[in-house]
């Protein structure tokens, strides 16, 4: 595969020019147990640099996966949710907490007590709600159980919520609409060269870590391949990474 990737690397340059910091991050989802898609995710981290805030799913996460944990500092588990359930009403968006639910409170709650059991202090209390859905009075009580921080996808309006520190995710190589794949790199790289257009303008929030968000349960060799360059090429052009477990975090 030949990618173009001249119109990054052009951005990166002005970055460096300008004297601006690009801290990067990378969170990849739907963890329950180890399988060799999990090895080869966090190879491709270790290899990079670049370590992965895995979401892990805590009803279905096994003892295994937390073993793991304990080896790998690539490794740093977050909460996806708590069954991964599709709860939506009829006709609505897939979400598992992108509506009101009587139980929403019940499965924070559970999915943060269900990762201390599992990984201790090895996992970050940052909540990742399945299909990046979520709704408001969902938030609002996740501080009060714990929770530190939400991840959802889109550029931040906010740096904190609800007693929260936002850092969502800007980057999917995956063509989900199109049925799974690698997306069309060229279009990959133009959004990811708006992002940053964009955070350089003011236009967005130029202090969020720029996220990459991976599923590696679903990567064929044209997603690995071009997620490790792209992460690369941000790495080589002077991007910093991330490690959410062990750096601070600005709470509110």
């Not at 009403?89 to 409170?105: C, L, M, T, V, W």
């Not at 202090?121 to 299909?131: K, N, S, Y």
């Not at 979520?134 to 550029?155: H, K, N, R, W």
Request: proline share 8%; charged share 20%; hydrophobic share 40%.
């Amino acid at each position: 595969m030949t990618v173009n990737w001249s119109p990054l690397r052009t951005e990166l340059d002005r970055y460096r020019a300008e004297g601006l910091s690009l801290p990067i991050w990378w969170r990849d989802d739907d963890a329950t147990a180890p399988t060799p898609a999990l090895h080869k995710l966090l190879g491709v981290s270790e290899e990079i640099g670049l370590p992965v805030h895995i979401a892990v799913i805590p009803k279905t996460a096994t003892s295994a996966l937390a073993e793991i944990a304990k080896n790998r500092r690539s490794m740093i588990p977050v909460i996806h949710g708590w069954a991964h359930e599709n709860l939506a009403p009829e006709g609505s968006k897939k979400a598992e907490f992108g509506h009101p639910h009587p139980d929403a409170s019940t499965r924070t709650q559970a999915g943060l007590a269900r990762m201390r059991q599992l990984f201790g202090h090895d996992m970050l209390a940052m909540f990742v709600p399945p299909w990046n859905r979520i709704d408001a009075e969902v938030t609002a009580g996740l501080a009060a159980q714990g929770y530190v921080a939400l991840s959802t996808f889109t550029p931040r309006r906010a740096q904190h919520v609800a007693g929260l520190v936002q850092i969502n995710t800007h980057v999917d190589p995956i063509a989900w609409r199109a049925g799974g794949g690698l997306a069309p790199p060229d279009e990959v790289i133009a959004k990811t060269v708006a992002l940053l257009q964009d955070r350089r303008a003011g236009r967005t929030d130029d202090t969020e870590p720029l996220g990459f968000l991976s599923h590696h349960l679903v990567h064929d060799k044209a997603i690995w391949d071009f997620s490790r360059e792209f992460l690369t090429e941000l790495l080589e052009g002077g991007a910093k990474p991330c490690d959410f477990l062990r750096q601070p975090i600005d709470l509110p």
